[in-house]
């Protein structure tokens, strides 16, 4: 079980790139898909310190479409638009999710061009996004973002699909969304007020204490502990984006996890509350612009993808006489004893 490098160090640049399969061009995608580690070799070899990383995730409407009748990993679904009292998270077009790291763009953006040649005429980039390191790993919000995310060994058990779904084990889930900040109506409260928005300090990123992290903090809602008292995580990778020229400032999130529901239930939590209409405060100032869901194979799914499976069944053979010993015939459908 060879794994996609989920979890990573945060990059200094990265690209963001969903895609949608035209029709009848599904084997051309099944061959890129399985060309894409010798791609990514080809590319980071020009400059091995560049780290450059790319992950795969291939959407719930076009699994069938590549893969016929081939059981679907267990959680995989199109990601569900949510409608609360005052913020909506749109579900929009996604059949492949390329997530480019490394410490400098010219990696990704090269990845990404032999990729998109192999695919002209194939397939349309429905979102691209560049993102960017922004001084010691903050958002455009000014916060340092990524702080609780599980990083190492931690990561990967957050990650990693296990004996929960063995045919798809080393796989893994993701969700990503594209937000569009308010930068104007942020900057408008004091910094006091953004700490309560986020549940941290601002320049020294520590947690504020319970006794006045608001309920509707960012960090409340989206800290998940079951009855147990078992804190659920997400692996996360998010990266700023910008373009003064269009006022456009914004942050891409990116969540990993084995078990999607619980990114999903920190999207209800955040969207419609817990209990319902206690919405996180960071949508006052942010506004989700997209919405998908993929499923992350394994590397050694990736790197040798499956023939679609054909769900016609075989036509009946007629029933024939008990084999009589020395046919040849096993008696088992269409297998037959090899000469000698
Ligand atoms: C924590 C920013 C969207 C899940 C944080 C923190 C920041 C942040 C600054 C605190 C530091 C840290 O631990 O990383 C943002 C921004 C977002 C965004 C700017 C987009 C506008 C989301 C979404 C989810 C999410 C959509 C889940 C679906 C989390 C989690 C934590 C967190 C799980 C850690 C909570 C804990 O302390 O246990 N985020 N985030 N975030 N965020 Fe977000």
Same mark, same amino acid.
């Given at each position: 079980m060879v ?5 990573? =160090?945060?990059?200094?640049?990265? /690209? ?8 009848? @061009?599904e084997d051309?995608?099944r061959d890129?898909l399985g060309d ?7 590319? @980071? *070899?020009?400059?091995?310190? &560049? ?12 699994w069938g479409r590549l893969f016929g009748e081939l059981p679907r990993p ?18 929009? =077009?996604? !059949?492949?999710? $390329? ?9 990704? *953006?090269? $990845? ?14 429905? &979102? ?7 001084? #010691?790993?903050?958002?455009? +919000?000014? *916060?340092? #973002?990524?702080?609780? @995310? ?5 990561? !990967?058990?957050?990650? +990693?699909?296990?004996d929960?779904d063995p045919a798809y084990a080393g796989g ?9 900040? #308010? ?16 549940? %941290?300090?601002? $320049?020294? #990123?520590?947690? $504020? ?23 659920? &995580? ?33 999207? %209800?939590? /955040?969207?419609?509350?817990?209990? =319902? ?20 194979p394994s590397l050694a799914f990736l790197d040798d993808p499956p023939d679609p499976v054909d769900a016609t069944p075989a036509p009946t053979a007629p029933v024939s006489p008990a084999p009589s010993a020395g046919s040849g015939d096993l008696g088992i459908g269409s297998l037959r004893r090899s000469p000698g």
């Amino acid at each position: 079980m060879v794994t996609q490098q989920v979890v990573a =160090p945060p990059a200094r640049a990265g /690209m963001f790139l969903v895609l949608t399969v035209d029709d009848g @061009s599904e084997d051309v995608v099944r061959d890129l898909l399985g060309d894409l580690s010798d791609l990514v070799k080809a590319v @980071s *070899f020009r400059n091995t310190r &560049d780290d450059l990383n790319l992950v795969v995730g291939i959407g719930a409407d076009v699994w069938g479409r590549l893969f016929g009748e081939l059981p679907r990993p267990r959680q995989l679904h199109p990601f569900e638009a949510l409608e609360g009292p005052r913020h909506v998270a749109p579900a929009t =077009p996604g !059949d492949l999710l $390329l997530h480019l790291r490394a410490r400098s763009m010219d990696q990704c *953006f090269e $990845l990404a061009r032999q990729v998109a040649t192999r695919l002209e005429g194939h397939a349309v980039v429905v &979102d691209e996004t560049h993102g960017f390191k922004y001084f #010691d790993e903050r958002d455009l +919000l000014g *916060f340092v #973002d990524g702080t609780a @995310s599980p990083r190492g060994a931690d990561g !990967d058990a957050v990650v +990693l699909i296990g004996d929960e779904d063995p045919a798809y084990a080393g796989g893994s889930y993701v969700v990503v969304q594209k937000y569009l900040h #308010d930068l104007a109506a942020w900057d408008a409260i004091s910094v006091e007020e953004q700490e309560r928005v986020i549940g %941290r300090t601002k $320049l020294d #990123d520590i947690e $504020l204490p319970d006794s006045v992290k608001p309920s509707n903090s960012h960090v409340v809602v989206n800290t998940i502990v079951d009855e147990e008292g078992v804190e659920h &995580d997400i692996v996360r990778d998010n990266l700023p984006f910008g373009e003064i020229g269009a006022g456009e400032y914004g942050t891409y999130f990116i969540g990993y996890a084995a078990d999607v529901g619980i990114i999903e239930l920190m999207l %209800r939590r /955040m969207f419609i509350g817990e209990p =319902p209409g206690n919405t996180d405060r960071i949508l006052d100032f942010s506004t989700a612009v997209t919405g998908s869901l993929f499923f992350v194979p394994s590397l050694a799914f990736l790197d040798d993808p499956p023939d679609p499976v054909d769900a016609t069944p075989a036509p009946t053979a007629p029933v024939s006489p008990a084999p009589s010993a020395g046919s040849g015939d096993l008696g088992i459908g269409s297998l037959r004893r090899s000469p000698g």
